[in-house]
């Protein structure tokens, strides 16, 4: 009976104790708790907490401080005002110290908080924090001031964060679209401030999962700067792994990284939640690098990188606080291999604008049935976001069996001013050297282009292209000079300038896919015989492009059969050609069957048309016992060329060193011309 009389009585006087407790907490004020953790805030990041209204406690085990509706601000440059909106902040409560009125923060509870990550113009994020420059400030039960460390405040035994229902929001810099991440649940522990710090995030990202696990070091040493504060982090989105180990001299300012990056995928498709654009399902992907950074320039070092069959190893770094950031580049290997990217983009088929109709009498044309230069804007606005300077040594670029080899090259785009000078490198048994510039500083942006090409094997490079088998063999050099101003390909073809020079040395046809075997032309082409090639001599072609009208000034092909010429001009801007082909047999016999061919309509729907005109001038001129010039280019005469001269250019030359004919007699044209007319009206001409 006295046992339960003392077990009573205990029962009694736990409860008296418990409810003397709970009105001592009810009586209590937490407004100071409050200002200090605000204090606390601002002293560690420089920006305001906003706890509206007072602190409301709920009794329990584990009694709870509930603040609503709380905010912290975000940089003065964000696009919002604050950076973290809480419906609900909770601040578990240690229970023993709090009998002594001592306020101790065991575990924070962020409940559907909305947090926004964003970059300002010179790439810096808003989660980088400057620590305010005053101690803070705590009343002492005299009601004097004295100053207080960050470790001494109420939360310094705080054990746990977490974020329930929680949603994050990372704005883009360049394109200002928004990634939204749903977080499940995230929780931030350590049994004390000297202990490590460990994290774990669960979360859908663009309905993908992604799961984070990282430790890094103590609380106490984030705002100890100099102290190397560790970091393990191990982070897996869809197929895609993230590893980062190493150090930060300074977390809160986000600076002093000594970092190792690695990367992978199964698929580049996979990044494609954190980007703005569709990316293509080429893989598998890999990157390593160390991360470093020194006076606001973060760097890239021993940089490799590969996907599917390509790869890449150098350095890179970006220096911030710059009017543009400014991105610099050495990559001393490069293997690019873009067959993976064209099978992927193929889904809009590259259109041939030509080719030879088997069984046809002549050449005729594809229908495409659509404008060659495009009026879509070219994508230039990135060329004004950022300034860099980009160097390849020994680089390889190939495709389609295409390969640019011992590729160096030299980028430089400073205010909007693209220049890359030189791009060399060896193809086809060839050199290629180009000096190319690009200046978007102007409403119609300025494109300079140098180009030579220097002893290209052209025949295999034209069948890789899928252009055509016609060529067997045989080497080109190739000049272009190029000015325009245009902000589409369409209206940079429109104010083009300069010019366009092929000249090609010996070579073979090979007359199986001349396609008009039994023809005419073929006949003349092959010498009527059944040769499997036909001999190349030479072979010029010269434009000469003002304000978009590109004039042949040259155009010649010399075989052992035949010599052919050509004149007229392109206009770039409406397409239209206007071309017209002249050929001279070698052989007597074959004269009869030369007939001259303009080319006209577009350059995407040209076609091959018989000169009428000139034929009827002929065959008038024949009845008539008269001799009739044809209009039309001169055919020179083609001498057998030597090791170190063209034949081709030889001859061009003389043309245009000789004495131009004197006009024909204007009266006897005349009634040439009378003739001709009724000649062509008794036949419906």
Not at 307 to 324: I, N, Y
Not at 483 to 494: D, K, P
Not at 599 to 620: C, F, K, M, Q, S
Request: charged share 25%; proline share 5%.
């Amino acid at each position: 009976m006295r046992f339960k009389t003392i077990i009573a009585a205990l029962a009694v006087l736990g409860i008296a104790f418990v409810a003397v407790i709970a009105i001592m907490w009810k009586s209590m004020d937490f407004t100071e708790f409050r200002e200090l953790v605000i204090q606390q805030t601002k002293e560690a990041t420089g920006r305001n907490l906003v706890i509206p209204g007072d602190l409301i406690l709920n009794l329990s085990l584990r009694p709870t401080l509930t603040a609503n509706a709380v905010s912290f601000s975000n940089a003065p440059w964000g696009s919002r005002r604050e950076m973290v909106k809480l419906e609900r902040l909770e601040f578990e409560l240690h229970p023993i110290p709090l009998i002594f009125r001592d306020v101790q923060v065991k575990r924070l509870v962020l409940v559907s908080p909305d947090i926004l990550l964003e970059t300002d113009s010179q790439g810096r994020g808003n989660w980088i924090f400057r620590k305010g420059n005053k101690p803070l400030k705590t009343k002492t039960a005299s009601g004097s001031s004295e100053s207080t460390h960050p470790k001494d405040a109420p939360i310094s035994l705080l054990h746990e964060i977490r974020m329930e229902k929680a949603k994050l929001s990372y704005r883009h810099p360049f394109s200002l679209k928004t990634t939204d991440i749903a977080i499940q649940n995230f929780s931030a522990r350590a049994e004390d401030l000297k202990s490590p710090l460990h994290l774990e995030l669960s979360a859908i990202v663009n309905n993908q999962p992604m799961e984070i696990t990282a430790e890094t070091g103590p609380l106490n040493q984030l705002a100890s700067p100099g102290t190397h504060f560790p970091i393990h982090l191990n982070a897996k989105l869809a197929e895609a792994t993230l590893k980062i180990e190493g150090t930060v001299r300074n977390p809160l300012k986000g600076s002093g990284f000594d970092l190792n990056i690695q990367a992978q995928a199964s698929s580049l498709s996979n990044l494609s939640q954190w980007t703005t654009m569709e990316l293509p399902p080429l893989g598998p992907l890999r990157i390593t690098a160390d991360f470093s950074d020194v006076d606001e320039t973060y760097s890239l070092n021993k940089f490799q990188a590969s996907l599917g069959r390509s790869k890449l190893e150098g350095t890179a770094s970006v220096k911030m606080g710059t009017k543009r950031p400014y991105i610099q580049a050495h990559f001393t290997s490069l293997d690019f291999n873009f067959d993976e990217w064209l099978k992927w983009g193929n889904s809009q088929k590259s259109a041939r604008f030509w080719e030879f109709i088997p069984g046809s009498s002549g050449i005729a044309f594809a229908d495409t049935g659509q404008r060659i230069f495009s009026n879509t804007p070219f994508p230039l606005e990135g060329l004004n976001i950022v300034d860099t300077h980009v160097r390849i040594s020994n680089g390889k670029i190939s495709g389609n069996g295409v390969e640019l080899k011992k590729m160096d090259l030299d980028l430089a785009l400073e205010e909007g001013n693209l220049r890359i000078n030189p791009l060399k490198g060896e193809v086809e048994g060839g050199t290629l050297f180009a000096d190319l510039s690009l200046d978007v500083r102007q409403a119609n942006p300025a494109l300079e282009a140098k180009i030579n090409l220097k002893e290209i094997n052209i025949a295999p490079l034209l069948k890789k292209m899928k252009a055509t088998n016609l060529l067997s063999s045989g080497n080109v050099d190739l000049e272009v000079d190029l000015r325009g101003n245009g902000g589409s390909l369409q209206t940079l073809m429109e104010s083009l300038n300069g010019k366009i020079n092929m000249v090609m040395g010996k070579g073979e046809i090979d007359n199986q896919y001349l396609d008009f075997e039994g023809s005419d032309l073929f006949k003349l082409f092959a010498g009527g015989g059944k040769k499997e090639h036909t001999d190349l001599n030479c072979f010029v072609c010269r434009f000469r492009i003002r304000n978009g009208i590109a004039m042949n000034e040259g155009l010649l092909l010399d075989t052992g059969t035949i010599t052919v010429a050509g004149e007229g001009s392109v206009n770039l801007a409406s397409e239209r050609v206007r071309l017209t082909i002249k050929a001279r047999p070698k052989e007597e016999s074959l004269l009869r069957l030369t007939v001259p061919v303009q080319i006209r309509g577009t350059l995407a729907e040209p076609y091959v048309l018989a000169d009428t005109e000139n034929i009827a001038r002929g065959v008038l001129g024949a009845l008539l016992g008269t001799t009739t010039s044809s209009s039309g280019p001169q055919v020179p005469f083609v001498q057998k060329g030597t090791d170190s001269k063209n034949p081709c250019v030889e001859a061009l030359a003389k043309r245009s060193a000789s004495t131009p004919p004197s006009p024909p007699d204007e009266r006897k044209k005349e009634g040439i011309e009378e003739k001709l007319k009724g000649f062509l009206k008794a036949f419906g001409g």
